[in-house]
């Protein structure tokens, strides 16, 4: 079945402690992005990547980091968590990047729920 | 810049009511357009999209046409049933870039 996962669903943790979000897809896709949602302002994206080893700043990357080593993998880190990063959080991914003719869907996961305290 | 302007909710209708909702879009060259829906407590589903002007994408009952003229994707479903409670969201890809832009989302509930 295709999908792409995340891993926890749900966590809760303290400022500062760093913590990393994984999202895997099985689908060989080549864009994988990540999105917090919050209350009033919809999906914002964070990161995306093109391809392995090809990263690239959204609209609201500061405190995130992201890496992609491999092709199925995409995981989301936070050095250094603060209560502003409160939010659910979506990884995604799709066979071509936004941009190109005949743009394909986006496949979301189910989603991170995650609080600072 | 690209971005999208969607509808206030939340929205509340009674069964097979005409459901209207409004997005409008800003972008530079041709974008394609989207329409995700989001059930409690899942992820976003692709409800339909059109990738060029004049297009009408369709899924469900649901539709949605792609107006360069007036910038514009509304969506529309001519009777709308209790199980299409969620919250749908209006996006957009750009040609000159690599992101996707959402709107704010609008809330739907629909009662018997």
């Known amino acids: 079945e295709a999908q792409v996962t995340q891993n926890p669903r749900y966590l809760i943790t303290v400022t500062g402690k760093k913590l990393t979000v994984t999202c895997s897809q099985n689908?060989?896709?080549?864009?994988m992005s990540w999105y917090r949602q919050d209350p009033g302002l919809g999906l914002r994206q964070i990161y995306y990547s093109m391809n392995v080893e090809v990263t690239d700043k959204g609209d609201v990357p500061e405190g995130y980091k992201v890496s992609r080593k491999e092709k199925r993998n995409f995981p989301l880190i936070l050095e250094s968590p603060s209560p502003n990063q409160t939010s659910l959080y979506f990884c995604?991914?799709?066979?071509?990047?936004?941009?190109?003719?005949?743009?394909?869907?986006?496949?979301f996961g189910p989603g991170t729920r995650l609080t600072v305290l | 810049g690209n971005s999208v302007t969607q509808m206030e909710g939340p929205v509340t209708l009674s069964e097979e009511a005409f459901l209207t909702i409004n997005c409008t879009y800003t972008a530079t060259g041709y974008p394609s357009l989207f329409w995700y829906v989001q059930y409690p407590g899942e992820g976003l589903q692709l409800l339909l999209k059109a990738t060029k002007a004049d297009d009408k994408g369709s899924n469900k009952g649901f539709e949605a046409t792609y107006r360069k003229e007036t910038t514009s994707f509304h969506l529309e479903k001519g009777s709308v049933q209790v199980s299409d409670s969620a919250v749908y969201f209006c996006?957009?890809?750009?040609?000159?870039?690599?992101?996707?832009?959402f709107g704010t989302g609008t809330s739907l509930t629909v009662i018997p």
């Open positions: 995604a991914s799709s066979s071509r990047p936004p941009g190109q003719a005949d743009t394909d869907t986006q496949y």
């Open positions: 996006a957009l890809s750009g040609n000159t870039g690599n992101q996707f832009y």
């Open positions: 689908m060989n896709h080549e864009y």
